[in-house]
């Protein structure tokens, strides 16, 4: 069923790495998960690995969604025992710990995949003709590009008058906190994104679904690390350039030159975005062809 799983899983600028992984292959059972820390909160690695765990501990019987829940819930108990809170309620949300999630599950005897998504984790299959089909929306995207415009233009402006330096950028990143914080009050709600954070709320923004996968070549899972920067806030068409460049090339490819791409503008000027690398974490799948 799979002839080549090619993966990546880097730390980006931070100090620890919040991503985390699934690579189970008897199982059939494949995620990346992108850890997010909330602003002045909880650390991103307490949902992305209670999310990790929890759902590669499920029962094989169990569907992906159900399994996706449960971990939610696991990570909404851990999370009250945590802080102590009554509810998540009392927990506000940019505080939380929340992780993006693409994960795949794939039946080898009927050739489908359960899937499932939540954040600005990618999902992409590549068809025997070369097409490209982007199964997953990153809703998170629109709400970036305001943060990220705003980010950029300070950044700009200080660079005119003095030379850019490490105190200023992150001068500069406190000035957008409340943007920042504007974006993270929209998690798991119709005009936002949603993201598993451990509250009920999370599980009706999941999405999922089963696919056939007749037809498919390849299989790619990525967390947002491993978006080609642009001039440009990033969007969906950044990301079809990402799949088409990962299918391609190769995970090694495509790590290699976002990276180089990185520490070339390590302020962020010429390729806006909020952070010099993000953590970087993807699974490509090569199916054996027996069509």
Same mark, same amino acid.
């Given at each position: 069923m799979f002839n080549q799983i090619e993966y990546i899983h880097e730390k980006g600028s931070n100090?620890?790495?919040?991503?985390?992984?699934?690579?189970?292959?008897?199982?059939?059972?494949?995620?990346?998960?992108?850890?997010?820390?909330g602003l002045g909160g909880l650390p991103g690695s307490l949902a992305a690995t209670t999310i990790k765990d929890s759902i590669e501990e499920?029962?094989?019987?169990? @569907?992906?969604?159900?399994?996706?829940?449960?971990?939610?819930k696991i990570l909404g108990q851990k999370t009250l025992?945590?802080?102590?809170?009554?509810?998540m309620k009392d927990i506000l949300k940019e505080r939380r710990s929340s992780c993006g999630l693409a994960a795949v599950k794939i039946t080898k005897d009927t050739l489908q995949m359960e899937y499932v998504q939540t954040g600005d984790c990618m999902l992409f299959l590549q068809l025997t003709n070369g097409d490209i089909r982007m199964i997953s929306y990153d809703h998170l995207s629109p709400l970036d590009s305001v943060s990220i415009s705003k980010f950029h233009h300070l950044l700009r402006l200080r660079s005119k008058d003095v030379e850019m330096n490490e105190s200023i950028f992150q001068e500069c990143r406190g000035e957008i906190l409340d943007t920042l914080v504007e974006n993270r009050r929209k998690m798991n709600?119709?005009?936002?994104?949603?993201?598993?954070?451990? @509250?009920?709320?999370a599980n009706e923004h999941i999405e999922y679904g089963l696919l056939s996968l007749k037809k498919v070549k390849k299989i790619l899972l990525l967390s947002d690390?491993?978006?080609l920067p642009t001039k440009k806030a990033s969007g969906q068409q950044a990301w079809l350039?990402?799949?088409?460049?990962?299918?391609?090339?190769?995970?090694?490819?495509?790590?290699n030159h976002v990276h180089h791409l990185e520490t070339g503008d390590p302020y962020c000027l010429a390729y806006p975005r909020l952070k010099l690398a993000d953590d970087k974490t993807g699974i490509l799948i090569s199916l054996i062809s027996s069509q």
């Open positions: 100090h620890t790495n919040e991503d985390a992984y699934i690579l189970k292959r008897e199982e059939g059972l494949f995620a990346v998960i992108d850890g997010a820390t499920m029962p094989l019987s169990k @569907s992906l969604i159900e399994s996706t829940q449960l971990a939610n025992k945590v802080t102590k809170a009554q509810s709600t119709s005009e936002g994104y949603g993201v598993l954070d451990g @509250s009920r709320d690390g491993l978006q350039e990402t799949a088409s460049f990962a299918f391609k090339s190769g995970l090694a490819q495509l790590y």
